[in-house]
């Protein structure tokens, strides 16, 4: 079962306050990403924790064995956790929200730019300057071209999208051609 983003959030948000708290952010995001790498790299380990009919009791032994000795307490304890209450898919995407909640505590946020052809550092500054302002953020922008976008830029920044394309350009002049009657 795939538990849903706002489930995976509520917990990978949990998990960030108690990190903030003991002063152990950045040692729970690597714990998560060590986890996360061997369900990853291990995928009969993987297969054990995802069964639903392998025992709590028996996931729980396999956290130990092969986990437990190299992640914080409170790790294990939420890995636990979510076995406990049948939820282990949530450890798919706990990595990825926890390290979003951090970056949202400390004003980051990560951009996708889509762009005909690369930008250079002048316009790239100018671009990240004026979304800077616009979001009140420090931006984390990755660059990729495609050649859809026609000219201009598509900007993604979480569940925004900022698109000043020739394309949509495009797109939105066909609509009112369309709506038009003669």
Same mark, same amino acid.
């Given at each position: ?53 392998? &025992?709590?009791?028996? *996931?729980?032994?396999? !956290?130990?064995?092969?986990?437990? %000795?190299?992640?914080?307490?409170? @790790? $294990? ?17 706990l990595l990825e929200e926890f390290d979003l909640a951090a970056d949202e505590a400390s004003g980051l946020a990560h951009a996708e730019l889509e762009s005909v052809y690369p930008l250079g550092d002048t316009e790239m500054g100018q671009i990240r300057?004026?979304?800077? &302002?616009?979001?009140? *953020?420090?931006?984390? !922008?990755?660059?990729?071209?495609? %050649?859809?976008?026609?000219?201009? @830029? $598509? ?28």
């Open positions: 079962m795939i538990e849903s983003r706002s489930l995976v959030r509520r917990y990978a948000l949990a998990l960030y306050q108690i990190s903030e708290e003991q002063e152990k952010t950045e040692r729970f995001s690597q714990d998560l990403a060590f986890v996360q790498d061997h369900l990853e790299r291990y995928v009969e380990l993987k297969q054990l924790l995802f069964h639903p009919r392998v &025992r709590k009791a028996a *996931k729980k032994d396999l !956290i130990d064995k092969f986990l437990g %000795p190299s992640i914080d307490r409170t @790790v $294990r304890n939420l890995l636990c956790l979510l076995i406990d209450r049948k939820r282990e898919s949530v450890l798919q995407h300057s004026q979304l800077e &302002r616009i979001t009140g *953020k420090t931006l984390d !922008i990755e660059q990729r071209v495609n %050649p859809e976008v026609l000219g201009g @830029v $598509r900007v993604r920044i979480g569940s925004s999208l900022i698109d000043g394309s020739v394309a949509a350009e495009l797109k939105a002049l066909r609509e009112q051609l369309l709506e038009f009657k003669i």
